[in-house]
């Protein structure tokens, strides 16, 4: 039971275009949504979150939105940097646990 | 201010051995996470630990792994007599009291090879 979906595997932009990662989850009582990145060997890096009192958090060239009635968030990336290729993982959980449930992933390369 | 800590980075083990892993939280962190990452999977939550206590252990397997986060020392993931599907990444985050759910902070992972 995957509560937490990231249908594309992969996502291929070029420098400077908009990047958009997507992430769909099932569980309503999801209340908090975070994104992070991970390089191969490494830890993931806490990226943006939100809150679902929200449908938008910005900071700096990230942005998440929120669609709580899709149950649908999706990050942006303006613009996408060479340095941003990794992976990328949305993650969810609900007020009354600590625990995160993750996505499967997705890789995103930016070209030069 | 030092970040989440993970030792040993690699660990190599053969099938009947026990691995322990180790992970310090951040400084001012009382919340211990631990996460196993499978092969071409996403992370999967294992065990949610404060100091001496279990908060829920529900992503455990019921037997051969165990957890602890005692009041002194670094939060330990145990697992006995390691078969090779324990091979995996196990990470290890942190939080501050009262946050957990905003955020989480992971370390560098221990890398398991069971041979």
């Known amino acids: 039971d995957q509560q937490v979906k990231q249908n594309s595997p992969s996502l291929s932009v070029q420098e400077g275009r908009i990047s958009i990662l997507n992430c769909d989850y099932t569980?309503?009582?999801?209340?908090?949504f975070l994104w992070y990145k991970k390089y191969p060997a490494e830890g993931p890096t806490f990226l943006i979150s939100?809150?679902?009192?929200?449908d938008k958090n910005e900071d700096g060239r990230f942005t998440v939105f929120l669609n709580k009635s899709a149950k649908h968030l999706s990050l942006h990336i303006v613009p996408s940097q060479p340095g941003d290729s990794a992976v990328y993982f949305c993650a969810a959980s609900a007020s009354n646990t600590g625990k995160l449930i993750f996505g499967q992933g997705t890789t995103l390369q930016v070209k030069p | 201010n030092a970040g989440v800590m993970q030792n040993p980075r690699h660990l190599v083990r053969r099938r009947g051995q026990e691995a322990r892993l180790r992970c310090s939280p951040m400084?001012?962190?009382?919340?211990v996470y631990w996460y196993r990452q499978l092969p071409e999977e996403g992370l999967k939550f294992m065990v949610y630990l404060q100091k001496e206590n279990i908060i829920d252990e529900s992503g455990m397997p019921k037997e051969r792994f165990s957890a602890e986060f005692p009041k002194e020392g670094p939060s330990i993931l145990r697992i006995q007599q390691v078969v090779r599907g324990d091979s995996a990444a196990y990470f290890c985050?942190?939080?501050?009291?009262?946050?957990?759910?905003?955020?989480?902070?992971f370390g560098p992972g221990t890398r398991l090879l069971v041979l």
């Open positions: 939100i809150s679902s009192i929200k």
């Open positions: 400084k001012g962190h009382s919340h």
């Open positions: 985050a942190s939080s501050p009291p009262g946050r957990a759910q905003e955020t989480q902070y």
């Open positions: 569980n309503s009582m999801f209340d908090y």
